[in-house]
């Protein structure tokens, strides 16, 4: 489950104010949902797509220099992790 390690490691830069760091790691953590998607079933593939899209949707947001609420980034997280049980 890396991708939620590196979902965590934004959430944090995030909370530090260190966006940059935060747009890396959500990359990296969409890099890694999409690469699980490759490997799995293909129910688990639309999941897996699915959570991979609002993190991006959420960097390119930062990268523009919009703010993010901490619920908008805890929904696209959970999204992610649910994603990864089934």
């Keep these: 489950m890396y991708p939620l390690y590196h979902l965590e490691l934004a959430r944090e830069s995030l909370l530090q104010q260190e966006v940059d760091a935060a747009v890396r790691e959500i990359c990296k ?3 890694l949902l999409r690469l699980s998607a490759r490997r799995a079933t293909v129910a688990v593939q639309k999941a897996l ?8 949707k959420l960097a390119d947001r930062l990268t523009q220099g919009e703010a993010v609420a901490d619920q908008e980034y805890g929904r ?4 992610a992790q649910y994603a990864l049980t089934q």
């Design 76 to 79: 696209a997280f959970f999204q």
């Design 49 to 56: 797509n699915t959570a991979a899209a609002d993190p991006t």
């Design 29 to 31: 953590g969409v890099a």
